[in-house]
């Protein structure tokens, strides 16, 4: 039996996992049965973002939140606040609760609607950490070692710094995926390596133990996949590595996203073109434009064509403000009802947990695991 004897990306035919309709998903109108129905005849999509910050950044916003929003009517979708990937950093405990909420608050300001995907708490559904466990067993330590964000991560605060949890950080994110048979994974670039293990482990999985995972594709859009740092712009937008000045929060004031996009960094000259290697700075922002508006880059190159940095950028903050307060108006409305917002929650667990019971059965079964007696 060779079951254990390599780690390699072993691959096998796949097929997806019926989606039989379950009991006790319940949808109560008639309409919403419709609606139900209509969702799990389609693909499935799965994403997740981490709380670990008051606020989304423009790079979460349009490397992913808006994939999201837009994915939920073409798709049957899955979207989780991971809170367990927060804690493989140290987080308090006294604001983790609230910044899970507000997380959850802004993706329904940004336009995600409990009727039409099923949004959860990733910690309230207890099968992500089992099904890690059995991943990890099939998991190369070698493998695993390869992970570009570890590397970063820990050579950032010293290996000893570094917790076993953030090691096998892809592993659970391998697991939150698979649970749901997922096609497709709307991410930005920086994710792109973790989900091909992902799509290792399922294939792997399936060539040991039988058909049984979906074996994820990424959704990562060109245009958008990396948004840069406002001061560094050779460097990702990133809540644990960017300076406040160098991101954009969703829920940022007017005037501090005014101010931001005054003082990012551009570069030598004064042209509004776009030029990745000569000119970082302004082909961020002309990135950032264009996905806010609609308008392609060379119809932006065109409008601000001798106009020089300045009434480019005022043009730009007045985009982003105009973007974002509707999504701020509505993640403080969403958080002022706290027991509203926590049953939206419980809600999504409760249909999360209907799918993700089905793969763990089939998972425990496949491998042999002695089913637990009901
Ligand atoms: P997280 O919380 O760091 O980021 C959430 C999403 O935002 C994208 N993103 C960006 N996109 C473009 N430009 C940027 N500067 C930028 N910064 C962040 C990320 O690619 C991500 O899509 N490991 C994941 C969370 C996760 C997950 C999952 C994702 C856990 N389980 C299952 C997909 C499927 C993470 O830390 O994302």
């Not at 006790?24 to 999509?45: C, E, F, N, W």
């Not at 609607?113 to 950490?129: I, K, N």
């Not at 990396?226 to 990702?236: E, F, G, H």
């Not at 929060?249 to 990012?264: F, M, Q, T, W």
Request: proline residues 7%; glycine residues 6%; aromatic residues 6%.
């Amino acid at each position: 039996m060779r079951l254990w004897s390599h780690f390699g990306p072993d691959v096998a035919p796949v097929k997806s996992l019926a989606r039989e309709p379950d009991a006790q998903r319940q949808p109560t109108t008639p309409m919403k049965i419709r609606a139900r129905l209509l969702r799990m005849s389609r693909l499935r999509v799965l994403s997740g973002i981490q709380p670990t910050a008051d606020s989304f950044h423009l790079g979460n916003y349009l490397g992913a939140l808006r994939q999201w929003v837009a994915l939920q009517d073409t798709y049957d979708a899955f979207y989780c606040v991971v809170d367990l990937h927060a804690i493989t950093l140290p987080q308090d405990p006294a604001l983790l609760p609230h910044r899970t909420r507000v997380a959850a608050a802004q993706l329904l300001g940004a336009g995600l609607d409990p009727d039409r995907c099923t949004l959860f708490v990733q910690s309230h559904v207890p099968e992500h950490t089992e099904l890690a466990w059995i991943l990890g067993c099939i998991t190369g330590f070698g493998e695993a070692s390869r992970m570009t964000q570890f590397k970063d991560k820990s050579a950032k605060d010293g290996h000893d710094q570094a917790s076993v949890g953030l090691f096998t950080y892809p592993i659970l994110q391998a697991a939150d995926i698979l649970l749901y048979q997922a096609d497709r994974v709307p991410v930005g670039e920086d994710q792109r390596q973790h989900l091909e293990l992902s799509r290792t482990l399922a294939q792997r999985f399936n060539h040991r133990y039988g058909q049984t995972f979906v074996p994820p594709q990424p959704y990562i859009l060109d245009e958008v996949a990396k948004i840069y740092d406002l001061q560094d712009p050779t460097a990702k937008m990133s809540k644990s590595s960017s300076s406040p000045q160098g991101i954009v929060d969703v829920l940022d004031e007017p005037d501090a996203i005014r101010r931001k996009i005054a003082r990012a960094v551009t570069d030598p000259g004064s042209e509004v073109r776009a030029d990745p290697e000569a000119k970082p700075g302004v082909t961020n922002l002309l990135r950032i434009y264009s996905a806010l508006s609609g308008e392609p880059i060379a119809t932006l190159e065109a409008k601000y064509a001798g106009s020089g940095y300045g009434v480019f950028k005022k043009d730009l903050a007045e985009l982003v403000v105009a973007s974002f307060a509707p999504i701020r108006e509505k993640t403080r409305q969403i958080l002022a009802d706290e027991a509203g917002l926590d049953r939206v929650l419980a809600h999504g667990a409760a249909q999360a947990h209907q799918v993700a019971s089905q793969t763990m059965t089939a998972v425990r079964d496949h491998m042999g695991l002695l089913q637990p007696v009901p």
